[in-house]
Nanobody, 121 residues
Framework: QVQLVESGGGLVQPGGSLKLSCAAS????????MGWYRQAPGNQRELVAG???????NYADSVKGRFAISRDNAKNTVYLQMNTLKPEDTAVYYC???????????????WGQGTQVTVSS
């Protein structure tokens, strides 16, 4: 069974920083991409940052220059360093992974349980 375990969320003041981590475990064939979405109350889930298996990255315009995604392939872990946080960054952050399984054809997507990030003074 595949699991994504997130950590690092919490309460931070505007201008502060947080680092999220997401570790994948279980029977995984190949990881094609990992990254982060977020969802604020009343809003749709939106892509924050993603990284492909070859290191290509993409970011939401609203976080460019403030957030940085990175991966440790040996640990199947993705990180999101969030700097200069703003109140509008407040949301539940969800890790995702696109991967292959030896038990199913095609690409699969798995989601973490979500971690709350609150930016408030």
């Amino acid at each position: 069974q595949v699991q994504l375990v997130e950590s690092g969320g919490g309460l931070v003041q505007p201008g502060g920083s947080l680092k999220l981590s997401c570790a994948a475990s279980g029977t995984i064939g190949q990881i094609y991409a990992m990254g982060w979405y977020r969802q604020a109350p009343g809003n749709q889930r939106e892509l924050v940052a993603g990284m492909s298996s070859v290191g290509d990255t993409n970011y939401a315009d609203s976080v460019k220059g403030r957030f940085a995604i990175s991966r440790d392939n040996a640990k199947n872990t993705v990180y999101l360093q969030m700097n200069t946080l703003k109140p509008e960054d407040t949301a539940v952050y969800y890790c995702y992974m696109r991967y292959s399984s030896p038990f199913s054809p095609g690409q699969l997507t798995h989601w973490g349980q979500g971690t709350q990030v609150t930016v408030s003074s």
